[in-house]
């Protein structure tokens, strides 16, 4: 089975944790657009949601399946949210990231009651790291603060090389219109301290790791869908 035969079956799996009536956060990235399309489906079918969309292209995506769109200021509180990671251990620690909405998928995640992660085979992990860290920042002083992630990176072990996204020979710019610095940390053994201190740094709007936020884990395997929940729960 191909990883987006097993992302579609993690997809499908969550939508038996949609209820009538929930407030719903929409992830972004390969795996949530799965997810969606099946909420456009059941909203074709006569399910009644409202959803807040982590990023601009699941937005579009959504209004294009007539799935009613909110957002926290009309909507601060939600049921749940269900997105996919680029990286899960087996705590449910997550790399988020990869596809430049970060920012905007942490506050929805944290603002609702439960996160389903829903994510292929590949993606689980021993030890974070692996897959480059995303770290978010504002432009004004971005080589200061690039500077500063590397010194605190190395603080914690982590000495891979950090690096400016760019896209079509431009930075890539996020929909909160900042950037992006992708860190190859390789692992990262610390996760929760070095998520604490990167955000300590001025210019850091938000870093791709989201510790102890994820409440489970729907993982598509070739045999079905495994369900994760942390281990130290």
């Keep these: 089975m191909s990883a987006e035969e097993q992302k579609s079956r993690a997809a499908l799996g969550a939508i038996g944790y949609v209820e009538d009536g929930m407030r719903l956060g929409l992830g972004t990235g390969s795996t949530a657009v799965y997810f969606t399309d099946a909420v456009g489906r059941r909203v074709a079918d006569g399910l009644k949601v409202v959803c807040v969309p982590t990023s601009e292209a699941t937005a579009a995506q959504a209004r294009a ?12 509180h939600l049921d749940l949210t269900v997105d996919g990671a680029d990286e899960l251990d087996g ?7 990869g596809g430049g909405a970060l920012l905007r998928e942490k506050i929805v995640a944290t603002a609702s009651d439960r996160m389903i992660v829903i994510a ?21 002083g971005a080589e200061t603060t690039h500077r500063r992630v590397i010194e605190v990176a190395r603080a914690f072990g982590c000495q891979g090389e950090v690096t400016l996204r760019m896209k079509d020979k431009e930075p890539f710019i996020t929909d909160g219109q900042h950037l992006i ?11 929760a301290g070095l998520a604490d201190e ?25 045999e079905g869908v495994e369900t994760v929940v942390p281990a130290k729960s």
Excluded: H, M
């Excluded at 590949?122 to 770290?135: A, C, E």
């Design 181 to 191: 610095y992708d860190c190859a940390f390789g692992r990262i053994e610390d996760a």
């Design 120 to 140: 292929d085979a590949s993606k689980r992990v021993d030890v974070l790291g692996q897959f480059k860290l995303p770290v978010e920042v504002v432009p004004f």
């Design 198 to 222: 990167l955000n300590r740094i001025p210019g850091v709007v938000e870093n791709g790791l989201f510790i102890s936020i994820a409440a489970l884990a729907l993982v598509g395997t070739d």
């Design 65 to 76: 399946l007539n799935i009613p769109l909110t957002t926290l200021e009309e909507t601060p």
């Design 91 to 97: 705590n449910l620690n997550l790399i988020k990231g």
